[in-house]
Nanobody, 115 residues
Framework: QVQLVESGGGRVQAGESLRLSCAAS????????MAWHRQAPGKQRELVAS???????RIEDSVKGRFAISRDAANHTLYLQMSSLKPEDTAVYYC?????????WGQGTQVTVSS
């Protein structure tokens, strides 16, 4: 089992930045993939960024150039640095981890960007 706890969300103005954190606990040594997803009101959950065990990362086109994903492997923490935020980035952001046994989700953290 893997437990994930997100933090760092909040309410900001357009153009500002936020850094989200996701603290993982449990069988973290078996994690092969981690990602950030988001879900805006009335919309489906979408992938934002991902990183694998080797450190290779991918940023989705919708946020490329503004968001960056990173991890602190020693402390089992995943980050999402969000810059130049836009009102359309408003969503609940979820951390996801995958190991050989399944996929795990955090409870989400709300990000609200006002214009």
């Amino acid at each position: 089992q893997v437990q994930l706890v997100e933090s760092g969300g909040g309410r900001v103005q357009a153009g500002e930045s936020l850094r989200l954190s996701c603290a993982a606990s449990g069988t973290t040594d078996k994690i092969i993939y981690m990602a950030w997803h988001r879900q805006a009101p009335g919309k489906q959950r979408e992938l934002v960024a991902s990183i694998n065990k080797s450190g290779m990362s991918r940023i989705e086109d919708s946020v490329k150039g503004r968001f960056a994903i990173s991890r602190d492997a020693a402390n089992h923490t995943l980050y999402l640095q969000m810059s130049s935020l836009k009102p359309e980035d408003t969503a609940v952001y979820y951390c996801n981890a995958t190991n050989a046994y399944g996929a795990y989700w955090g409870q989400g953290t709300q990000v609200t960007v006002s214009s």
